[in-house]
C-alpha cells in the first residue's frame, strides 16, 4: 500500500507541474465586420435643410443601449436618400456601405412605413439590374407621424417576385440590419 | 472462453459446451464451423457439441447463434480440446438484465449494453442514434447530423461521456455540437442509468455513456473485417476496415471509417446544405510485459465537416417568425447536392491515451492511465464581405487527464476500488474569426479522490461510495462594453458526491435494485460567462458570473425478472430532485441591437424535479417468434410548479416484432445462417408540457414510424460475410420532433433505404 500512496503522490505531483501555467491574456478580437452606425441623410431637393436620421450602437449587441435620432421631414417633398453604414470601433473608421456597394449582388435593402402618402422608392442598381437601395428617393404627402423601417438582408432572392419592388415578403436570406426611426411630416 | 485439454494420440477431437453469457443457461443450436476443414456440426440441447478425427494443426471456429454475436476463435490443435464458450445476445433492448447473481461485472446500477455486432449492423448512424432504443435515452439534435445522448433528461455539461476511459473533452455545452466520436471503433456501448457514477471524472448527476473498445482477441493471424454501407437517404456511403493482429507478446489493430453523404430528403423536399463527411482512424497497441504487467496505448483521430440547413440560418426575430410561417424552408434546391457549404462545422478530436495495469496477486492490482485531447471546432456562418471562409467560432480545447486507480477483492466478496483522477483543460478561443467569442478563453483544473466499497452476502449485493472534487477555473473574459477589456474570473469548487445502493435476489429470475446519491456540479464556464448572440439558436444568451453550485438527489428503484426464457421484464423508476437547476430561461424584454431585435436567453437557478419510468419487456411467441417492448416516460417541472423543464424529451413507446430461424440452409456451397426479419414500430408522444412562453412554436404532433429489417450470415468455403438490409420511416412521414432544433423550419428526413455488407477477413 506504501507503494501506491508514494506512486500516486507523485503522479499527481507531475500533473500539477504540467498544469500550473501562467495566465494568458486573450487577444482582444477586432471586430471588423460590426455594423455600429448607420446614418439615413435625407437631402430636400428644393434646397431647404438636410435631415439625419441615426441609429448608433457603439459597443454591439450587449452592454450600452443604442442612441436612436429620429426626425422632421417637409410635407409634400421630394428628398434624396442615401445610406451610410460604419463601423465606429475601427481606427479610423471603416465604412461598411462601401462591403455592401461590392457585394452589392448580394444585398438589398427594403424600407416601410406607416406614414401614409410617405413612399420610398430605390434610386441605384446592382450589376445585374436588381435593386440596391443604398440610394433613394422619397415622397412625402401631408402630415402625419410614424415609423420608418429600414431593413438589409444579406443573400435575398432578389429575383423573387415583388422582390426589385421593395417587397420583403419573399426575399429570404439574414438580416444584418433592422432599424426603425421615428419620423413626423410636418 | 476457457481451455482444458487432454493428452491424446493421432486422431484428434474437439469438444466443447456452449451457454449463454447472462444466463449461464446452455445454448442449443449453435453453428460450429471449422474454416480450414470445412467441417461444422449444432450444438445439442446441452449446449454440447464435437467434431472428430481431426489432424494437429492450427484451425479458426466460427460460431454463431441466432441473436448472437458470429465469434471466431483460433487453437492450436495438438491434443484432444474441449472449449467452454460463453455467447453473448445482441438484443440491445434487454441486454442489462442479468438475473442471475453470478456476473463477474456486478453492480447495483443499471446498465444497458449495444454490443458491437448491434454497433456494425447500423454504421451510418451516430453515436446518440444507436444508443437511443434504450428506455430512457434519446438525443437533443440540430439536424440529421449533430445528435448528442440524453439520458434521464440529462446532457450536456450533466452527462459523462467516456471514450476508452477518458472523459470526451470537447465543447459540451449547446445541443448544436455531437460528441466527436466513431461508434464503429467500439466494441461495445454501454449506458449507465445510476444515481451516481463516482468513478468517472467529468461532471455529471448520475449517468454516463461508455464508448468501450474489447480487448485485442489473443490471435496470432492477421484477421479483420470490412464494412461498406449505403443509404439512399442522402446517398450517404461508407466503409469501415478494422484489422488485428496478437503476435508474441505485442497486439495491434487498426480502424479506419470513412462517410459522405449529401443533402437528406423530407418526404416532399430536399433539405439544402445538410451533408455530412468523415474520416476516423483509430489505433491500438497491447503490450504484455510479465504475466501481471500490462500495458496500452490507444489513438483515434476523429475529423468531421458537415453542413446545417441553409434555411435554418436567419438573423433577427421577424427572420425566425418568418421562417416558422413556410411550410418549405428558404433555400431549398430542386436537386440533390454533397456540396458543403456554410453554414457549416469542421471538427478535429485527437486522443491519446497510454494505459498500465499491474497485478501484485490475483485480487489485487492498479491502473495508470495518461490521456491527452485536443478538440479543434470551427464554425462557419454566411458572412458579408467574402468572409463566409473565416470561421465565426474556432476554438481548440486541449485537455490532460491522468489517472489513478487501485482495486483489491478480499476473500469475503468485499471489494474496494479508490481512485484519483485530475484533468487540467485549457481553451482557446482564435481572435481571426473577428466576431467577440461566445465562449470565453479558459482554463481549469479539476482535481478528484473517491472510493467505493461493494459487498455480496447470500442474496444480496451492496455498493457504498464516496467522491470529492476539486476545481478551479480560470476565465480571462472580455467585457462587452467599450473599450474593450479583460475582466479575469477565478473560482474554486468543491464538489461532494456520494450513493449507496442495494441489489437483492428473490429468485434466479427475480431482483429487485435500489439506489440512491447526492451530486453536486460546478456551473460550466458557458453558464457562468456566455455572452453574445449564439448565432445557432438565433438568441442573445447570457451567463452569470454569481451562479451557484448544483444540488441533486437522485433515487432509482428497478426490478428485473421474467420466467425461464420467454418472457423478460425490466422496469426502472427515477426521481432526481436538482437544487439550483441551472437552465436557459427566455426573458421577457427582447434586445435591441442593430440587427432588429432578439431574444434574450439568461441562464439563471430555481429548484427542479425530473422524474420518470423506463419499462423494458421481451415475450417468446414460439420458437422463432419473439416481441419487444420499450416504453419510457419522463417529466420535470420547477418545485414551485411554475414551469415545465424545456428540453426534456417526449415519452415514447417502441415495439417490435422479430422472426429468426434456427434452420440453416445451404444452397450448394452456400450457407444462410442466422436469418432474421424484424419489424418496429416507434410511437411519440406530443411534448404538452411546454407552456406557449417558454418557446417561439409550440412542440410538433405526436408521430409513428415504422421500420424493417432484415439480416443474415451467408458463408461460403472461402467467403463469410453478413449481409443488412434496412428500410426507415418506411411509410415515409412527414413530422417534426421537440428535441431537434431543425423543426422550427423542416421536415424530418423521409423514406431511407440502407444495405451493409460486412466481410471477415
Redesign the interface.
Known amino acids: 500500500m506504501g507503494e501506491i500512496v508514494k506512486c500516486s503522490i507523485i503522479f499527481s505531483a507531475v500533473i500539477l507541474c504540467i498544469t500550473s501555467c501562467s495566465d494568458d491574456d486573450p487577444v482582444i478580437v477586432n471586430e471588423e465586420e460590426v455594423i455600429t452606425t448607420l446614418q439615413y441623410n435625407l437631402t430636400p431637393t428644393d434646397g431647404s435643410g438636410t435631415v439625419q436620421l441615426t441609429f448608433r450602437d457603439l459597443d454591439g449587441d450587449g452592454g450600452q443601449d443604442p442612441e436612436i435620432t429620429g426626425g422632421v421631414l417637409n410635407s409634400n417633398t421630394t428628398y434624396t436618400g442615401e445610406l451610410t453604414l460604419l463601423n465606429e470601433q475601427e481606427n479610423p473608421v471603416a465604412s461598411i456601405s462601401a462591403e455592401v456597394e461590392e457585394e452589392a449582388d448580394e444585398h438589398q435593402f427594403f424600407f416601410s412605413t406607416n406614414i401614409s402618402g410617405m413612399t420610398i422608392s430605390y434610386d441605384d442598381m446592382d450589376s445585374m439590374g436588381f435593386p440596391v437601395g443604398l440610394r433613394t428617393i422619397i415622397n412625402t404627402g401631408s402630415a402625419g407621424s410614424g415609423i420608418l423601417t429600414i431593413i438589409l438582408r444579406h443573400e435575398p432572392a432578389k429575383a423573387a417576385s415583388n422582390v426589385s419592388n421593395g417587397d420583403i415578403g419573399n426575399a429570404g436570406g439574414e438580416t444584418d440590419i433592422e432599424v426603425n426611426f421615428s419620423i413626423s411630416v410636418e | 472462453m476457457t481451455l482444458v485439454t487432454y493428452s491424446q494420440d493421432c486422431t484428434i477431437n474437439i469438444s466443447g459446451k456452449i451457454s449463454d453469457h447472462d444466463t449461464h443457461r446452455s445454448l442449443e443450436s449453435v453453428n460450429i464451423y471449422i474454416k480450414e476443414v470445412q467441417r461444422g456440426t449444432v450444438s445439442d440441447s446441452a449446449g454440447h457439441f464435437s467434431i472428430e478425427n481431426l489432424c494437429p494443426g492450427e484451425y479458426h471456429l466460427g460460431i454463431s447463434h441466432i441473436g448472437c454475436e458470429t465469434q471466431q476463435y483460433y487453437v492450436n490443435l495438438k491434443q484432444d480440446t474441449s472449449l467452454l464458450i460463453e455467447m453473448e445476445h445482441t438484443s440491445n433492448v434487454l441486454d442489462g438484465i442479468t438475473i442471475s447473481g453470478s456476473s463477474t461485472d456486478a453492480s447495483t446500477k443499471n446498465v444497458n449494453v449495444i454490443n458491437e455486432q448491434a454497433i456494425q449492423d447500423n454504421a451510418q448512424e451516430s453515436l446518440a442514434g444507436l444508443i437511443e432504443g434504450i428506455a430512457g435515452v434519446s438525443s437533443i439534435k440540430n439536424g440529421s447530423s449533430i445528435a448528442k445522448p440524453i439520458v434521464h433528461g440529462l446532457y450536456g455539461n450533466r452527462l459523462t461521456i467516456l471514450n476508452n476511459g477518458v472523459s470526451q473533452s470537447g465543447q459540451q455545452w449547446g445541443a448544436d455540437h455531437s460528441p466527436e466520436i466513431d461508434p464503429l471503433v467500439a466494441n461495445k456501448l454501454r449506458v449507465i442509468k445510476g444515481a451516481s457514477a463516482l468513478e468517472y471524472s467529468g461532471s455529471n448527476l448520475g449517468s454516463v455513456v461508455l464508448i468501450e473498445p474489447q480487448k485485442i482477441k489473443k490471435e496470432p493471424h492477421l484477421h479483420g473485417k470490412a464494412q461498406m454501407f449505403y443509404e439512399t437517404n442522402g446517398r450517404t456511403f461508407g466503409a469501415n476496415i478494422q484489422l488485428q493482429q496478437h503476435k508474441g507478446d505485442l497486439a495491434w489493430k487498426v480502424n479506419g471509417t470513412f462517410k459522405k453523404g449529401g443533402d437528406q430528403k423530407t418526404p416532399n423536399y430536399f433539405l439544402n446544405n445538410t451533408g455530412i463527411q468523415e474520416n476516423n482512424v483509430a489505433l491500438q497497441l497491447e503490450k504484455t510485459f510479465t504475466d501481471y504487467w500490462t500495458a496500452d496505448l490507444y489513438f483515434s483521430s476523429f475529423n468531421t465537416e458537415l453542413g446545417i440547413l441553409r434555411?435554418s440560418?436567419?438573423?433577427?426575430l421577424?427572420?425566425l417568425e418568418s421562417a416558422f410561417q413556410r411550410e418549405v424552408p428558404?433555400?431549398t434546391e430542386s436537386e440533390f447536392s454533397y456540396t458543403i457549404e456554410a453554414p457549416r462545422q469542421h471538427v478535429n478530436h485527437q486522443l491519446l491515451k497510454i494505459h498500465s495495469q499491474y497485478f501484485f496477486n490475483d485480487n489485487e492490482h492498479?491502473d495508470?492511465t495518461v490521456a491527452a485531447q485536443l478538440n479543434d471546432r470551427k464554425e462557419y456562418d454566411?458572412?458579408?464581405?467574402?468572409?463566409s471562409d473565416i470561421p465565426a467560432l474556432d476554438l481548440s480545447l486541449y485537455s490532460?487527464f491522468?489517472e489513478?486507480k487501485?482495486q483489491k477483492e478480499y476473500a469475503n466478496d468485499l471489494k474496494i476500488n479508490l481512485g484519483?483522477q485530475?484533468t487540467?483543460t485549457?481553451n482557446?478561443?482564435n481572435?481571426v474569426?473577428?466576431?467577440?467569442?461566445l465562449i470565453?478563453?479558459y482554463?481549469s483544473?479539476e482535481?478528484g479522490i473517491y472510493g467505493i466499497i461493494t459487498k455480496r452476502r447470500d442474496r444480496s449485493f451492496l455498493e457504498l461510495g464516496i467522491r470529492y472534487d476539486h476545481i478551479y477555473q480560470?476565465v480571462?473574459t472580455?467585457?462587452?462594453?467599450?473599450p474593450?477589456?479583460?475582466i479575469?474570473y477565478t473560482n474554486r469548487y468543491n464538489n461532494l458526491n456520494g450513493s449507496i445502493g442495494i441489489t437483492y435476489n428473490f429468485s434466479d429470475h427475480f431482483a429487485l435494485s435500489a439506489n440512491s446519491g447526492i451530486s453536486t456540479r460546478n456551473p460550466g464556464i458557458n453558464e457562468l460567462y456566455s455572452?453574445?448572440?449564439h448565432q445557432g439558436v438565433s438568441g442573445?444568451e447570457?451567463g452569470d458570473p454569481n451562479l451557484d453550485v448544483e444540488r441533486a438527489i437522485k433515487s432509482t428503484l428497478s426490478i428485473k425478472g421474467g420466467s425461464e426464457e420467454s418472457f423478460l421484464f425490466e422496469l426502472l423508476g427515477y426521481y432526481q430532485s436538482i437544487n439550483n437547476y441551472i437552465f436557459l430561461n427566455p426573458q421577457i424584454e427582447s434586445?435591441?441591437?442593430?440587427?432588429?431585435?432578439?431574444p434574450v436567453f439568461k441562464y439563471e437557478q430555481t429548484d427542479a424535479n425530473i422524474f420518470g419510468i423506463d419499462a423494458s419487456m421481451q415475450y417468446q411467441l414460439t420458437n422463432s417468434l419473439s416481441t419487444k417492448w420499450v416504453y419510457s416516460y419522463i417529466r420535470g417541472r420547477g418545485k414551485d410548479n411554475q414551469f415545465a423543464v424545456i428540453n426534456l424529451p417526449s415519452n415514447d413507446i417502441n415495439a417490435s416484432i422479430v422472426y429468426q430461424t434456427n434452420k440453416n440452409l445451404t444452397m450448394g456451397n452456400t450457407h444462410f445462417e442466422n436469418l432474421q426479419i424484424e419489424l418496429i414500430n416507434r410511437y411519440v408522444f406530443r411534448q404538452n408540457n411546454i407552456s406557449p412562453d417558454q418557446d417561439f412554436v409550440l412542440p410538433p404532433d405526436a408521430y409513428n414510424l415504422l421500420a424493417f429489417k432484415t439480416s443474415a450470415n451467408i458463408k461460403t468455403k472461402s467467403f463469410d460475410s453478413r449481409w443488412v438490409f434496412k428500410v426507415d420511416n418506411l411509410l415515409n412521414v412527414q413530422y417534426r420532433d421537440y428535441l431537434n432544433r431543425q423543426r422550427y423550419f423542416a421536415d424530418e428526413p423521409g423514406i431511407s433505404i440502407s444495405l451493409g455488407i460486412t466481410i471477415m477477413i
Open positions: 434555411g440560418h436567419i438573423g433577427n421577424t427572420d428558404f433555400f492498479l495508470l454566411i458572412r458579408r464581405g467574402n468572409r490532460f491522468g489513478s487501485y484519483i485530475s487540467f485549457e482557446t478561443n481572435p474569426t473577428g466576431i467577440l467569442p470565453p478563453d482554463r483544473v482535481s480560470n480571462p472580455i467585457s462587452n462594453t467599450l474593450r477589456e479583460i479575469r455572452g453574445g448572440l442573445i447570457e434586445r435591441l441591437t442593430i440587427r432588429g431585435a432578439f
